[in-house]
């Protein structure tokens, strides 16, 4: 049984704003999602690179994080998009941070950026633990 958590079509769809690593924040890799912020995707060249990359770096995603009623695409499209607006957290059922990060500006986009570095391990949590959102 396949567990397909993280879709290789909207990996491809952020790739193209990849010089901001964002394909790379949704595959759960921060770090270097971070490094591609900052350098413009290694100056184009890392950003190239993943074109190839990205079959693998969703199957690692496939195989790291938990499937269920959270779907991941679906909240990191929410997430990029209405950030700080916090709809990606109402969406992953956590409602009281989901209403702060909508009257503070995402609290201030540094709760936004800890999302970003944090949001697949969220889902995994919740998607693991089977409580389906509130």
Do not use: C
């Not at 995402?106 to 693991?128: A, C, K, R």
């Amino acid at each position: 049984m396949t567990n397909d958590t993280h879709s290789k079509t909207l990996g491809y769809l952020l790739w193209i704003f990849g010089f901001t690593g964002s394909h790379r924040f949704y595959y759960g890799k921060p770090v270097t999602g971070t490094i591609w912020f900052f350098t413009l995707g290694l100056l184009g060249i890392g950003w190239i690179i993943d074109l190839f990359l990205i079959p693998s770096m969703d199957r690692e995603a496939d195989s790291r994080f938990v499937g269920g009623n959270s779907n991941y695409s679906v909240a990191w499209l929410l997430l990029t998009f209405l950030g700080i607006f916090g709809v990606h957290r109402m969406y992953i059922g956590k409602w009281l941070t989901g209403i702060l990060y909508l009257l503070t500006g995402g609290v201030f986009l540094l709760g936004v950026l800890y999302d970003f570095w944090t949001l697949n391990s969220q889902i995994s949590e919740q998607n693991h633990s089977g409580k389906a959102p509130r």
